[in-house]
């Protein structure tokens, strides 16, 4: 994580609910948080096809143009 950028990343693919116990316990032992925190019952996994991304500098809000404001 930053304080001065954030990313936005899609995958596409096929996804499916992890079910083997193997898989389960592997996915638990991984550092994935939810950015709101909850208890997270299930894990899902995605067989990657393509990954895009965006990268967006954070800092203060522009000043907004008075003729764009509705």
């Known amino acids: 994580m930053s304080e001065t950028e954030?990313?936005?990343v899609l995958v596409t693919g096929a996804a499916r609910i992890l079910d083997r116990d193997d898989e389960i316990e592997r996915a638990e032992q991984l550092d994935l948080r939810p950015l709101v925190p909850s208890i997270k019952r299930v894990f899902?996994?995605?067989d990657i096809e393509r990954?895009?991304?965006?990268?967006?500098?954070l800092g203060p809000e522009p000043e907004a143009d008075p003729e764009t404001i509705a």
């Open 6 to 8: 954030a990313w936005s």
């Open 44 to 46: 899902v996994a995605i």
């Open 51 to 57: 990954i895009t991304a965006r990268r967006f500098a």
